[in-house]
């Protein structure tokens, strides 16, 4: 009996020990794909700095834009707006843009959105996920601005992920 109890104590020990024999929490070791793990073991993604990403074509006279900064390997801000030709406007700030906004989709019967607050709301969520462009979701009312984002999104984290502050250009399907 007292040598049952010692194998099935030496056998979860076994269990316990031998499937961390692989583990570490170094900085040192990379992962599958390559990247640098941290200490606290997320993934390090990007380097530090700014990068950008613009719509290849304007619509309805504004250009949507996406900026992300990096710090420390971590996403730590997210700007998504769009400039007017002239680069001295922003469609967040333009009131005459909101109105016209609001009455639409009111008549449409779709929710009370505008760009000052659907491009707060899509920024935020790429935040809450980490950079993950595939969790953010579609905001009722702003759905062509929610696929533009998604696309700018994607392609800034690219340059992120390169390294290259050079701003990405794309098409983003909006007329």
């Known amino acids: 009996m007292k040598a049952k109890t010692i194998l099935a104590a030496c056998l979860a020990a076994a ?4 499937p961390l024999a692989g583990c570490s929490n ?3 070791h990379n992962s599958s794909s390559g990247e640098s793990l941290s200490s606290d073991g997320l993934v390090d993604q990007y380097p530090d700095g700014t990068y ?6 304007f619509s309805h006279d504004w250009k949507e834009y996406v900026v992300v900064t ?9 700007e998504f707006d769009a400039e007017n030709k002239a680069k001295d406007a922003k469609k967040s700030d333009d009131e005459a843009y909101k ?3 609001i009455d639409g989709n009111k008549a449409n019967g779709k929710p009370e959105t505008y760009p000052e607050k659907f491009y707060k709301e899509l920024s935020d969520s790429l935040m809450n996920a980490s950079g993950d462009v595939d969790k953010v979701e579609t905001v009722a009312g702003a759905t062509t601005s929610s ?3 998604r696309a700018l999104a994607k392609a800034a984290l690219s340059k992120a992920r390169e390294g290259d502050t050079n701003t990405a250009v794309i098409d983003t399907g909006v007329e």
């Open 15 to 18: 269990l316990t020990v031998f």
């Open 26 to 28: 170094s900085s040192d």
């Open 52 to 57: 950008r990403a613009e719509a290849s074509e």
């Open 70 to 78: 990096v710090k420390d390997g971590k996403l730590t801000s997210v």
């Open 99 to 101: 109105q016209t906004m």
């Open 147 to 149: 696929n533009s984002f």
